[in-house]
């Protein structure tokens, strides 16, 4: 008869240690999360306003610092608010993206040796562990019993791809693309000596350069490094042409910040037109660019607006922003939502507006020369080539290579790529010269 009234208190009694245990367990995961997340703030402010690339300063990367300072700040006041399937996809969000960047800082360091902001990304390697881990912790506890558990836990595991997809892949693309790692540059064999050259943009940057100098009075810039694309240099210098090689901003031995899809690097090639315009060397205004993958996208763009500009070879470019991507039809339409998330990921980490689209600059270049070269195995939005030649004018040409990768024609086909690029060039910077192409 007094058994029931001596179990009810046990159970009220045993169930308050257990509260206290899961409450206690709940604030250790938010302080944990806001701890990790404060160390990726301190990278974020390094990365913005203190460890800058050469020739940029905090101001250049307003935008940059206070998004990701804001976005960070946020995540730490929704994450306790969230059960913890939410907690767990936002610590391996956090996670993921501070793995980047402790990929990008090492990946710099080996390669130039470490500066700036690379102290802080070494210290983004246990942060975005931590991070994983605590996702995984979380969503083992957030599994529940029942007959349809494993469809729930497979439809959750759907859902995590599709997120990443759309949202963590667009904005890791955005990272990488404005903080390419810098490569060393050795000196190099051109086929004949070449000086070093400093140029200096219209925006204050310093960029470098090697110039060969011309033997036949026409110059071509290779563009957007110097040790990128040498075999197709000593081509061009074998045939008596002048041959600056120039590492883009941010790239190498350029000051500035690198953005992989471009945007602002024209002005790159206007400071080379410029300088070779001055050159002794380079007669009646001969000059011409080469250039590969988003190289050939920023010489397209520069000859647009800039006259200077004779005669372009462009091999490999594709999609650069939303505006390009949006020509690929069905394809471009269903990847609509991580184009606009990667394009203004892109714009807020390099604080620049995305250009116009190749179509509608293209237009712009004739009566000059264009050459467009693409890859049957290419990448990066190179099926648009046909998109591009239709929209330019004449004189236009283009050539597909069926077997060759992103800017593998001179690889694939040597002797018919050195016959086709070294006629176009004879053709449109030597009017009258013999069309061997």
Known sequence: MHAPALELPRVGWSSQPLLARRAASVRMDVLLFSAVAAIVAVHAAVDSFIGTEPGTGPENHLLRGSMSLALI???????????????????AVLGTLALEGAALAIADARAAGARGEDWTGFVLVPVGLLLCALAVVLLWRSRKPGRFRYLRRGAIALMTVIVAYVLVVPVAMGILATHRPRAAVEPADLGRPYEEVTLRTSDGLNLAAWYVRSRNGAALISYPTRHGKLPQARMLVRHGYGVFLLDARGYDGSDGDPNLFGWSDAKDIDAAVAWLQRRPDVEGGRI????????????????????????????????????EELLRGPQGWLALPEAVLQTAAVAVMSGTAPPPSLTD?????????????????????????????????????????????????????????????????ERTLFPGGEDTS
């Open 288 to 323: 011409g660019g080469i250039g590969f993958s988003v190289g050939g996208e920023m010489l397209l763009q520069a000859a647009a607006s800039n006259t200077g500009l004779r005669a372009v070879v462009s091999e490999g470019a594709g999609a650069r922003s939303i505006r």
């Open 73 to 91: 700040g946020l995540a730490v006041a929704v994450y306790p608010r969230l059960a913890k399937g939410g907690r767990a996809a936002l610590a």
């Open 361 to 425: 600059l293209l237009p712009q270049i004739a009566p000059r020369s264009t050459f467009l070269i693409y890859a049957g195995r290419g990448a990066g939005g190179e099926e648009l080539q046909p998109h591009y030649f239709e929209a330019l004018r004449q004189p236009k040409t283009i050539w597909m290579i069926p077997e060759a990768g992103h800017t593998g024609g001179l690889s694939a086909r040597p002797n018919e790529y050195e016959r086709r690029v070294v006629g176009f060039f």
